[in-house]
């Protein structure tokens, strides 16, 4: 079949249309933004991405959705293939616009702007959250006074970030001078590593020293890196002494947190800590609703509920298939329906519920790395393919916690002497390769969803 490109963009456009109001938009950005769709070849579809990372990122999170959404704009089964681009995009920005844009980014204030959505008033509190909402609500009511530092833990897509940028907009709502600096750990440790390398990092210290509200979230992204929280640990301190709010969240309690400095663990627990569970059925219930209301769709109740029964994983799921639900009936023009649920959802759940294991690990890193399964498993040694295969095994032990032994036999027959050998050098590498271990981390973040 030969389509011409106008057809082609502007298939893909659609697919972006519907696929942007479901992701984060840093997500959206990093991963689609120079995305560009090539060729349709009989039922494949091709896009190009820039990097590797983007490619592993996409056919982790993202394939499955798109998919769908292709087959249902085309009409039959598309399977979507994405290559790496080899030559630069040529709608490149002229090099003096680009020059500019590097100057702002260096003026710009510290942390990330808050998200308008995330506030109290479109948070659905439940038994699952109540308790995070209220402390969250009372710390933002007196700032430095009751709960110093707030510690919110709990895993992906349950409103940690939303909960906390709402503290920020509480804040700033009653007092619009508040400084406040609303970062993620990964930003905090970019920006000291970029102070370091232009020699201003008294600047870096000055800028977060002198917050009146400091709002972290995802802690745990400090784990291994000594001199990131040598250098959190003396802000935190600083802020502390002056009464400053802080407010952390994190994956885990403070407690799990590994490779963190004794000294941050003990002054996280000093505060107040609070859990975001997942969302009962009663939850999942109202909050549907309440999308339905902002997005002013028509829909039953029932058919609320049966959504809501069958995405049980976490909020932004349950808003994702929601969002698609919603694409789908307005671009066939009928309402939600059972029928539609079963048809949209139904390969989602399928994919959601099947259990992250050996097999599936081993194809996810094959994948990414461009080798196949049985490379992994044979007893190659060139790096192109022993590095996955370390990956692999890396990834395997940390992340379903098999006996060494164990893993040994599913890489065929290694023995465990081996195994542990592959895990200390990836664990060696990541603690010299800040790229790497940010690679293996989303490969984490990823596989525990
Ligand atoms: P986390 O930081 O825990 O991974 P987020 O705060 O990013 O999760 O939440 C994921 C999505 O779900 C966001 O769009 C957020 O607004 C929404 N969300 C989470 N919890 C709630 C809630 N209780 N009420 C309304 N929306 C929520
Ligand atoms: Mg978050």
Not at 156 to 164: A, C, I, N, R, S
Not at 337 to 359: A, C, H, M, P, S
């Given at each position: 079949m030969k389509i011409e490109d106008k057809e082609i963009l502007s298939v893909w456009k659609k697919v972006l249309n519907i696929i942007k109001p479901q992701l984060p938009e840093a997500t959206y950005e990093m991963c689609f933004a120079s995305c560009e769709p090539t060729k349709i070849d009989g039922n494949q579809f091709f896009i190009e991405v820039s990097n590797m990372f983007v490619k592993g990122m996409i056919i982790d999170k993202h394939k499955i959705l798109i998919e769908g959404i292709l087959s249902g704009l085309m009409g039959f089964a598309v399977s979507l293939d994405i290559t790496i681009r080899t030559t630069p995009i040529l709608t490149r920005k002229p090099e003096n616009e680009k020059k500019q844009k590097k100057k702002s980014i260096n003026k710009k204030p510290a942390g990330i702007p808050l998200n308008p959505k995330y506030t109290f008033d479109s948070f659905v509190s439940g038994k699952s959250n109540e308790f995070a909402y209220a402390v969250s609500n009372a710390a933002s009511e007196s700032?430095?006074?009751?709960?110093?530092?707030?510690?919110?833990?709990?895993?992906?897509?349950?409103?940690?970030?939303?909960?906390?940028?709402?503290?920020?907009?509480?804040?700033?709502?009653?007092?619009?001078?508040?400084?406040?600096i609303y970062v993620s750990a990964e930003e905090f440790m970019n920006d000291l590593i970029s102070s370091i390398k232009n020699k201003n990092t008294p600047e870096f210290r000055k800028k977060y020293r002198k917050a009146d509200l400091l709002l972290m979230d995802d802690v745990q992204l400090l784990a291994g890196r000594i001199q990131t929280q040598e250098e959190f640990f003396h802000t935190f301190n600083e802020l502390f002494q002056r009464n400053k709010q802080i407010v952390l969240t994190s994956d885990r309690p403070p407690k799990r947190l590994a490779q963190m400095e004794d000294r941050l663990v003990n002054r996280f627990e000093h505060g107040l800590i609070a859990d975001v569970q997942p969302p009962d059925l009663e939850l999942r219930i109202a909050i549907l609703k309440k999308e339905a209301e902002d997005k002013e769709v028509e829909v039953t109740e029932e058919i609320l509920a049966y959504v809501a029964e069958r995405v049980e994983s976490n909020i932004r799921e349950l808003q994702g298939a929601f969002t698609r639900l919603v694409a789908y009936?307005?671009?066939?023009?009928?309402?939600?329906?059972?029928?539609?649920?079963?048809?949209?959802?139904?390969?989602?759940?399928?994919?959601?519920?099947?259990?992250?294991?050996?097999?599936y690990i081993k194809n996810l890193v094959a994948d990414y790395y461009e080798v196949t399964v049985a490379d992994l498993i044979s007893k190659k040694r060139s790096n192109k393919i022993t590095h996955p295969r370390q990956v692999a095994i890396y990834l395997i032990r940390t992340i379903l916690d098999l006996p060494l032994q164990l893993i040994g036999e599913k890489f065929g027959g290694r023995d465990h002497t081996t195994i542990m050998h592959s895990i200390s050098k990836i664990e060696d590498m990541m603690n010299r390769n800040l790229e790497f271990k940010n690679e293996i981390e989303i490969f984490e973040k990823n596989l525990s969803i």
């Open positions: 700032p430095g006074k009751l709960y110093n530092p707030l510690f919110i833990y709990g895993g992906v897509g349950l409103g940690k970030t939303h909960l906390l940028q709402a503290i920020g907009h509480h804040i700033l709502e009653r007092k619009p001078k508040t400084s406040l009936s307005s671009i066939e023009k009928s309402f939600i329906t059972r029928e539609l649920v079963d048809r949209i959802l139904g390969d989602l759940i399928k994919f959601k519920k099947q259990k992250i294991n050996v097999e």
